[in-house]
């Protein structure tokens, strides 16, 4: 194929940033050249085109060597999206019994029959995103919504992700200027942020985790549930676990996110879900970390091996905040909870018990099927602040019928169909239940992250794995810059102010130590990074530190697992 020294013109405005923006995200860069078939089908697809191979062998054929970035262009100006003619022909292609809709076994087969796989479950879950009517199906007009809806957040992502490489060169070029620069009075980086970074490895290239024990099957296993919520007040929080173990066994335990594919963030990276094992009082040196997961699986599973003696244990679930971060607006519209029927009887929505459905089985946090006392009183504690009385779980054994004395998903959507009947027009109860489980306007969960915690003991038959309350506790930030403490030797910033860096596959954690009398300001500045996801708010932000205070200053994470990342920083100390 010809190349052109001359650039496609930036007047063409929107549409020149698409290309580019579906360019980068295939290629990279625009100096470089797509080097086959299957990459210029990439490249087209999430320009919003869907080529069929009649198309694509029109310009990959025998001779090509490469198609360039203009060639690009005027491909896409050739090929136009995707029109109503040919959704119309695609619809009737996978309408097999031809009744003008859609149903989840047609959705289903085509869905499943080429790329990743789905389950159907999760092309359930396409279906209801689109299905207005709400009769499990498509007809056409809600395929064609479905489709360009996918584009529309295809189109926004890409741009979003080429906005944020052209920042990050512009960043990058700022640094390497302002670090040549020998005047004393500027910030200068520390020496670790000259590194060259840390090199990702895609998730896709992960595999399994290496400490895994082959012989897994034949050890002990005790699972449980729980789940982070993001607090007004009090930040993260998490459920929390005790370990005891009668003997001394080498113990595997592993954490993974549990959550709907739709909370996976750039369709690439599990909100990360990670674990600290630390001892009920620290050792003589003032220990208490005896292991955390450093290492994870391309599916979001970390994992963690310890030998430990005889004893209790404290399991401390933990997450960055990098992904896992509180809403910043919210839909102006509720979505409906309640109903009224023509004899004014009250009864809930199609989509609140749906939520509640889903509420029960976060809850279940043994996985039985059935909420226990304990763990119907954590979901109170979350809710409402109190705890569940006697008299009250009395009314609950009148009202709804029990199995084994544990309440039912029926059991539990009633309870609530109950007190929904109850508010009259003021639903703003059901609302608190709603948000404080992590949910918003649109009874999306999007301020909490549901997880799943295995727990295997070698030798120890009869460990046992049990939450240590029934609430739920903050993360424990000091458990984690001991982590990173022990891992690190640790800089000097200025004066008697300290910084420590850990770093692995999937997380950088930078700690600040003030070692002195005085409080100390820290301003931190990591636009330089590349691919990174902060979980500070901005990227430059300033840290105080009180006297003698260690501090997390932020965590780093891959924005997009499926390209390199390079957490950069430079900190400088101000009065």
Known sequence: MSRRSSRASVSDGEFFTDCKAAYVEVVKDVRKDITSKSLLLQALQESGRNPSERVLKKYWNSSTDGISFDDFVDICRK???????????????????????LSLDELFKIMTSKGEKMTRQEVREIIDEVDENGDGKLDYKEFCNMNRATADQLRQRNRKRLERVEKGDR????????????????????????????????ASKLGHLTEEPKNKRDWTKTTSKGCFFIDEDDGLMTHTYRLNLNERSKVWITVQPSIPQSMIIGDTTPIDTMLLV???????????????????????????????????????????????????SDSSKETPLVRKDRDGKTSITKAFRKALEEIFELSDLDGNGTLSRDEFTWFTLRTSGDKVTDDEWAVVEDTVELENNEITKKGFVKLNEMEADDVDDD??????????????????????????????????????????????????????????????????????????????????????????NNSVNVTMDCTSSKNCQISQDNEEYTVTLDPH???????????????????????AVTK
């Open 549 to 571: 205070e260690k501090q997390i200053a932020h965590h780093l994470m891959p924005l997009d697992e499926t390209l390199d990342w390079t957490p950069r920083c430079v900190e």
């Open 79 to 101: 090929e136009h999206v995707t029109s109503d003619d040919e959704m119309m022909k695609a619809f009737r292609k996978i309408d097999t019994n031809g009744d003008g809709y």
């Open 171 to 202: 960043r990058s070029k700022k640094v390497e200027s302002f670090s040549d620069s020998k005047r004393d009075d500027m910030p200068r980086p520390s020496p670790r942020s000259n590194k060259k970074g840390v090199k990702h490895v895609p």
């Open 278 to 328: 630390t001892k009920k009082k620290p050792d003589s040196e003032g220990r208490s970390v005896v292991g955390f997961t450093e290492k994870r699986d391309g599916k979001g599973k970390y994992g963690v091996m310890c030998e430990l003696k005889a004893g209790s244990y404290n399991l401390l679930p933990f997450t960055t905040g990098c992904h896992l971060k509180a809403r910043r």
């Open 427 to 516: 639903i703003s109860d059901l609302w608190v239940t709603l948000n404080s489980m992590g949910y918003n306007k649109d009874l999306f969960i999007d301020e909490a992250c549901p997880y799943k915690l295995d727990v295997y003991t070698e030798s120890c038959d009869d460990a046992e794995v049990a939450l240590t309350c029934t609430g739920i506790e903050t993360i424990n930030n000091d458990m984690i810059i001991e982590t990173v403490m022990e891992q690190d030797e640790g800089v000097k910033i200025k004066g008697s102010v300290y910084m420590y860096t850990y770093a692995n596959d999937t997380r950088s954690t930078v700690v600040l130590s003030n070692r002195s």
